[in-house]
């Protein structure tokens, strides 16, 4: 229950494509899902979030689609670019009380950007 | 603001060989997380503390691993008696107290320290 389940594993677009990886989970308590993004050698960095009362979540190219019946969350990155490429993880957080602020990674999704 | 500083950013240690690593939260953060990343895998939780608390190390194994967050200095996470198995990248990642139900204090990671034992 306490899983996130990531696919897919890695993912090769074109310059300008769209790229979407998906997220499933169980656990009704998780409150926050966010997204990072790690490069190699370099630790996660937050990329974008959502709450599970809001259906999308925008910030430049990329989206958040949640799906609350479903449990179920996308990333969507519009207008693919190469600098993207990346190791993306969705997460999921058991609820936030007294600074406890665990977050709970996908396995993570390598995704290639080819000119 | 410097961020989650981590040291040493790579360590190399021969099996049977003890294993520090370090964490410095962001500044005004008391709460550290330790997570481990093995290669091509993702990121698995180990141990989260406030200051001279352990609060949850349901991820940490049982021997050998050991996680301490003093009043005064950095987070350290200690392996003793290293093996092949414990080489992998181990991310710290600390947090404040504030901003919870908007989300906006979702964890801040540091670059990582990776360990190889030969």
């Known amino acids: 229950q306490q899983q996130v389940k990531q696919s897919p594993q890695s993912l090769i677009v074109q310059k300008g494509g769209i790229s979407i990886i998906n997220c499933a989970y169980e656990?009704?308590?998780?409150?926050?899902f966010p997204w990072y993004q790690q490069f190699p050698g370099k630790g996660p960095a937050l990329l974008i979030a959502?709450?599970?009362?809001?259906s999308e979540k925008k910030e430049g190219r990329f989206t958040i689609s949640f799906n609350k019946s479903a449990k179920q969350f996308s990333l969507h990155i519009m207008d693919s670019q190469p600098g993207d490429s990346a190791t993306y993880f969705c997460?999921?957080?058991?609820?936030?009380?007294?600074?406890?602020?665990?977050?709970?990674f996908g396995a993570g999704t390598r995704l290639a950007v080819h000119p | 603001n410097a961020g989650v500083m981590q040291n040493p950013r790579h360590l190399v240690r021969r099996r049977g060989q003890e294993a520090r690593l370090r964490c410095s939260p962001m500044?005004?953060?008391?709460?550290v997380y330790w997570y481990r990343q093995l290669p091509e895998e993702g990121l698995k939780f180990m141990v989260y503390?406030?200051?001279?608390?352990?609060?949850?190390e349901s991820g940490m194994p049982k021997e050998r691993f050991s996680a301490e967050f003093p009043k005064e200095g950095p987070s350290i996470l200690r392996i003793q008696q290293v093996v092949r198995g414990d080489s992998a990248a181990y991310f710290c990642?600390?947090?404040?107290?504030?901003?919870?139900?908007?989300?906006?204090?979702?964890?801040?990671f540091g670059a990582g320290s990776r360990l190889t034992v030969l």
């Open positions: 503390l406030q200051k001279e608390n352990i609060i949850d």
């Open positions: 656990n009704t308590a998780f409150d926050y």
């Open positions: 997460a999921a957080r058991r609820g936030f009380s007294g600074g406890y602020n665990k977050l709970i």
């Open positions: 959502i709450r599970p009362d809001v």
């Open positions: 990642a600390s947090s404040g107290l504030t901003g919870g139900a908007s989300g906006a204090n979702v964890l801040t």
């Open positions: 500044k005004g953060h008391s709460h």
